[in-house]
């Protein structure tokens, strides 16, 4: 398996053997995923890229604890989370993880920093909410509500507040899958920064396969399957947008 010059290749925080997902409707099966075998090394900005039903949702989110496999293996850190039952799944998710989707799903009623600060009050390690939001170059927002900021702003808060608990790993599903390119780029430099500033494994699922340009590695899903990873550029050589 091939990495990149500069991504840290130390320890697999995740790692999958023989992974498959299989879904009935009716007398029909479908396949989500074949056997995948993956290894995600920590601090690396990872993205997964293939068509719509290759697999990489369902891959995230297992891999993230929000579903099951059907068989085969997910080691995170070691501990193979595939066995877990709902409570334990719950507790991994909570103590080791933070999510970013498409939607960002701010609280409309409270601003930047207080949305922020509701993941602060409820995790056991954290960095300040006013950091957070530095990280994501919004030092300069915090008291405004969601309807005052744009979309690439509400995703960048969206991350801060991801980031605020201090997990281990990001994983983001379609974070741009809103965005003009432009506000896309400034939301995964936004990710880039926060990979950098704290070594947080960034996981990252798209369609856009320019934005593999800021990953250490591309993962490419086809077909339920793993058909091919490829090294990216550092993410250190990679253009910076302007806040």
Request: with cysteine; proline share 4%; hydrophobic share 40%.
């Amino acid at each position: 398996m091939g990495s990149s010059k500069g991504a840290p290749m130390d320890a697999a925080v995740f790692s999958t053997k023989d992974l498959t997902k299989t879904y009935r409707s009716g007398d029909t099966e479908i396949a989500a995923l074949r056997g995948v075998d993956v290894d995600i090394f920590s601090g690396e900005v990872v993205v997964l890229l293939g068509p719509s039903g290759s697999g990489k949702s369902t891959f995230l989110n297992i891999i993230g604890g929000l579903d099951v496999p059907s068989s085969g293996h997910v080691m995170f850190n070691g501990v193979d989370i595939a066995s877990f039952d709902e409570a334990a799944l719950t507790n991994f998710r909570r103590h080791n993880l933070g999510f970013v989707f498409q939607a960002y799903n701010l609280v409309p009623s409270l601003t930047a920093l207080e949305n922020v600060q509701l993941i602060v009050e409820i995790s056991e390690r954290s960095i300040p909410p006013k950091q957070a939001l530095a990280s994501v170059g919004l030092e300069h927002r915090l008291d405004h509500f969601p309807a005052q900021l744009s979309g690439g702003e509400q995703q960048r808060v969206a991350i801060a507040r991801a980031l605020a608990k201090q997990p281990q790993v990001l994983l983001c599903d379609e974070p741009t899958g809103a965005l003009d390119s432009q506000t896309g780029l400034k939301v995964l430099n936004a990710l880039i920064d926060v990979n950098q500033m704290y070594a947080t494994t960034c996981i990252i699922i798209t369609h856009n396969a320019s934005i593999a340009k800021l990953a250490h590695r591309i993962i490419y899903f086809n077909d339920g399957q793993v058909s091919h990873i490829e090294s990216g550029l550092t993410p250190q050589t990679t253009y910076q947008v302007d806040w």
